[in-house]
């Protein structure tokens, strides 16, 4: 009974304090609770709660995170970042996408448009290579004649052949880039036509599961009719 009284004075001394100057309640490192006007220094990092003059807990200060812990949550927030932002973008270009292109066929219709602007481009291209490499061929046969002929093969010849030959290089590249270009279209395209699909999928399920809802309403508001007449 004595014990009894004691602990209730002292709780009663614990909260009257409280009042004045803040409870405080932490746990130590071999599990024991403890409360005071004050958290030691040594526990101010582990997690403890601030108390009211009821004893609730007001304010909860979580135990400090170590330099391990710090660094994942940060991982964590930038990851969690990144996806709201892709989500974001994501939405937009299906916006765009929606917005610009009204059925499958608008979609495959610019495919092939865009296509056929780089077919032509690649078609130039196979142009002026053929001519080049003639142009190089007969350079090449010429020097080959003089040479064969004992005569001196002139300076401007030899420049003329590396002028063509660089010419060449470069029309070469060219095609290379339109080439990657038309793959770059398809792989594009390809993507916004799969995407179209299932935004126009999802739109056809959200239409008829509204059907559906209306429907139902329907049906309720007409049997709520018959019983009140």
Do not use: C
């Amino acid at each position: 009974m004595r014990a009894s009284r004691l602990l209730i004075l002292m709780m009663s001394a614990l909260f009257t304090l409280s009042a004045q100057a803040g409870l405080y309640r932490w746990v130590d490192e071999f599990g024991a609770v403890h409360y005071g006007d004050k958290v030691p220094a040594k526990y101010l990092k582990q997690e403890h709660q601030e108390l009211n003059e009821q004893g609730a807990t007001v304010k909860k200060h979580d135990r400090a995170m170590t330099a391990e812990e710090k660094a994942e949550k940060k991982r964590l927030e930038a990851e969690r970042k990144r996806m709201e932002n892709e989500k974001r973008a994501q939405a937009l270009r299906d916006r765009v996408l929606t917005d610009t292109y009204t059925t499958e066929r608008d979609l495959i219709a610019a495919k092939d448009a865009r296509l056929d602007a780089i077919d032509s481009q690649l078609q130039l291209s196979k142009e002026l290579i053929k001519n080049t490499e003639e142009k190089v061929l007969k350079t090449t046969q010429l020097i080959e004649t003089l040479k064969a002929s004992g005569k001196m093969v002139p300076e401007s010849t030899y420049a003329k052949l590396e002028r063509e030959k660089l010419a060449l290089a470069t029309q070469k590249g060219v095609q290379q880039g339109h080439q990657i270009k038309r793959e770059e279209v398809i792989v594009q395209f390809d993507g916004y036509i799969e995407r179209f699909r299932e935004l126009m999928a999802e739109k056809q399920k959200k239409r008829e599961a509204y059907e559906k809802r209306k429907a139902a309403r329907n049906r309720a508001a007409s049997g709520l009719t018959s019983i009140e007449e």
